[in-house]
Nanobody
Framework: QVQLVESGGGLVQAGDSLRLSCAAS????????MGWFRQAPGKEREFVAA????????YYADSVKGRFTISRENAKNTVYLQMNSLQPEDTAVYSC???????????????WGQGTQVTVSS
């Protein structure tokens, strides 16, 4: 089990950038696939991005490809989500998650952070 704490959310204008961070506890961070998900009011949680354990292989939702970048620093037990060219439709609570296999389904991730709010005004 790993504990996750997100930070970096906030209120920005369309076209701005934000960098989310997710700090993990424990010594086994590098053994986890890490993912970012988001949930807007009244909508289901949706996959945003995921990154492999050590090779850095990345996966993105089509809606964020080319605008968002996921990365990780295993030495710091931290995964990041750099979000550029933000749009109002990106408004949501963003959560990081740890899992054992790469998946776009939230059900395949075992541990979750509490989430951080990202609001993009037009």
């Amino acid at each position: 089990q790993v504990q996750l704490v997100e930070s970096g959310g906030g209120l920005v204008q369309a076209g701005d950038s934000l960098r989310l961070s997710c700090a993990a506890s424990g010594r086994t961070f590098s053994t986890y696939i890490m993912g970012w998900f988001r949930q807007a009011p009244g909508k289901e949680r949706e996959f945003v991005a995921a990154i492999g354990r050590t090779t850095g292989t990345t996966y993105y939702a089509d809606s964020v490809k080319g605008r968002f970048t996921i990365s990780r620093e295993n030495a710091k037990n931290t995964v990041y989500l750099q979000m550029n060219s933000l749009q109002p439709e990106d408004t949501a609570v963003y959560s990081c998650a740890a899992g054992r296999w790469v998946s776009r389904s939230p059900s395949n991730y075992d541990d979750w952070g509490q989430g951080t709010q990202v609001t993009v005004s037009s």
